[in-house]
C-alpha cells in the first residue's frame, strides 16, 4: 500500500541557509500535518493543511513557513537556519475528517542537520 | 506541566512479559485517544485508537482509556523481541469546527529482551 513519501530523507545545511523539505501524502488524503522530534522528544506539532488551506498552527517558528499544492503535496520551507532547527522533520496525512480523530499516517521523515 | 505526560523509560522486560504502558493527560478535552509505536529513525506508526472511555483490544495488545482519571494505558500480552520500540501516546480533543492537532506524549522505550 502506497504511504506517505517524504523527501529529501537527510539533509545537510549551515546555519543561516535555507531548507525545503517535501510531503507527498497518501492518495485520497487531503489533511496534511508536520511535525518536528528532536532527539529524544516527543514530536510537536508545527502546522496543518485541509484541502490546501492551513487548518491549525503550533509551534512553528516565523523563519518557517509551509503550503499546500492543488496535488496536495505539501511542503516546508526554513529560512535563516539555527542549530536548534536540527531534528527529524515528519510529515503525516489523514482521510478528510479524520484528522482530528489522531488517525495520523506517518512518513519516515526527513533528518536535518545544520551545521 | 505538559499536557501529556508519560514515563520515558526505559523499560526493559524478558520475552513473554506481559508490558503495561501509561499516560496521563491534563485537558478534560480530549476524546481520542491513541497509542503510535516508533521504530528507531522511522515515522510514528499507529497501533491503538479509541475514543472516550473504555477497552479496546486487537491481537496481543489492549487499549484502556479512563476519563475520570484522565489515564490511558496499553497492554502488550506476550512480548516480543519486535515489540522493541518507542511508544507514543497521542490524543486529541473532540472539536466539530476544527481540525486540532495531535498531542504526543514524550513516548516510553521498551527493550523485549530474548
Known amino acids: 500500500a502506497a504511504g506517505v513519501i517524504q523527501s529529501p530523507r537527510h539533509l545537510i545545511k549551515e546555519k543561516r541557509e535555507t531548507a525545503t523539505l517535501k510531503c507527498y501524502p497518501i492518495p485520497r488524503h487531503d489533511t496534511v500535518y508536520w511535525y518536528q522530534q528532536g532527539p529524544g522528544q516527543d514530536p510537536q506539532f508545527l502546522i496543518s493543511f485541509y484541502e490546501k488551506m492551513q487548518s491549525d498552527k503550533g509551534s512553528i517558528p516565523d523563519r518557517f513557513s509551509a503550503q499546500q499544492f492543488s496535488d496536495y503535496h505539501s511542503e516546508l520551507n526554513m529560512s535563516s537556519l539555527e542549530l536548534g532547527d536540527s531534528a527529524l522533520y515528519f510529515c503525516?496525512?489523514?482521510?478528510?475528517?479524520?484528522?482530528?480523530?489522531?488517525?495520523?499516517?506517518f512518513g519516515e521523515g526527513s533528518r536535518l542537520t545544520v551545521l | 506541566q505538559k499536557e501529556v505526560e508519560q514515563d520515558p523509560g526505559p523499560l526493559s522486560v524478558p520475552e513473554g512479559a506481559i508490558v503495561s504502558l501509561n499516560c496521563t493527560y491534563s485537558?478534560?478535552?480530549?476524546?481520542?485517544f491513541m497509542w503510535y509505536r516508533q521504530y528507531s529513525r522511522k515515522g510514528p506508526e499507529l497501533l491503538m485508537y479509541?475514543?472516550?472511555?473504555g477497552n479496546k483490544e486487537d491481537g496481543r495488545f489492549t487499549a484502556q482509556v479512563d476519563k475520570s482519571s484522565k489515564y490511558i494505558s496499553l497492554f502488550i500480552r506476550d512480548s516480543q523481541p519486535s515489540d522493541s520500540a518507542t511508544y507514543l501516546c497521542a490524543m486529541s480533543a473532540d472539536l466539530e469546527t476544527s481540525y486540532d492537532k495531535v498531542i504526543f506524549g514524550p513516548g516510553t522505550s521498551l527493550s523485549v529482551i530474548p
Open positions: 479509541t475514543y472516550s472511555s
Open positions: 485537558n478534560s478535552a480530549f476524546q481520542y
Open positions: 503525516a496525512s489523514s482521510p478528510s475528517g479524520q484528522g482530528c480523530s489522531g488517525e495520523l499516517f
